[in-house]
Nanobody, 124 residues
Framework: VQLQASGGGLVQAGGSLRLSCAASGRTFSSYILAWFRQAPGKEREFVAG????????YYADSAKGRFAIFRDNAKNTMYLQMDGVKPKDTAVYYC??????????????????WGQGTLVTVSS
């Protein structure tokens, strides 16, 4: 499985950004797609996740009410719409896939496949 994250960039506080994660290669009967982020000097943390069907989503408290995760199965692409961004959202954002599961978990070690990351910088 190959995951390609894109859409990062420089945005002012209060602005919006949409990240994309295109998936290709092997397919699974069920899986979870998620976004994680890692700020300089900090551990990688869960942001949001979505089930293979799109029927279930889960957000970290820091993302609730501001970010939205969704997917377009026809394009094999997952998105993270980020609205009302804050300087503390500055990080490298990674997409990840957890195979053969319909349970969204927040631990990075539970995900086998990772994209290369895309940098989001929020200026104050």
């Amino acid at each position: 499985v190959q995951l390609q994250a894109s859409g990062g960039g420089l945005v002012q506080a209060g602005g919006s950004l949409r990240l994309s994660c295109a998936a290709s290669g092997r397919t699974f009967s069920s899986y979870i797609l998620a976004w994680f982020r890692q700020a300089p000097g900090k551990e990688r943390e869960f942001v949001a996740g979505i089930s293979w069907s799109g029927g279930s989503t889960y957000y970290a408290d820091s993302a609730k009410g501001r970010f939205a995760i969704f997917r377009d199965n026809a394009k094999n692409t997952m998105y993270l719409q980020m609205d009302g961004v804050k300087p503390k959202d500055t990080a490298v954002y990674y997409c990840a896939l957890r195979a053969y599961s319909d349970v969204i978990v927040v631990f990075p070690y539970s995900y086998t496949y990772w994209g290369q990351g895309t940098l989001v910088t929020v200026s104050s």
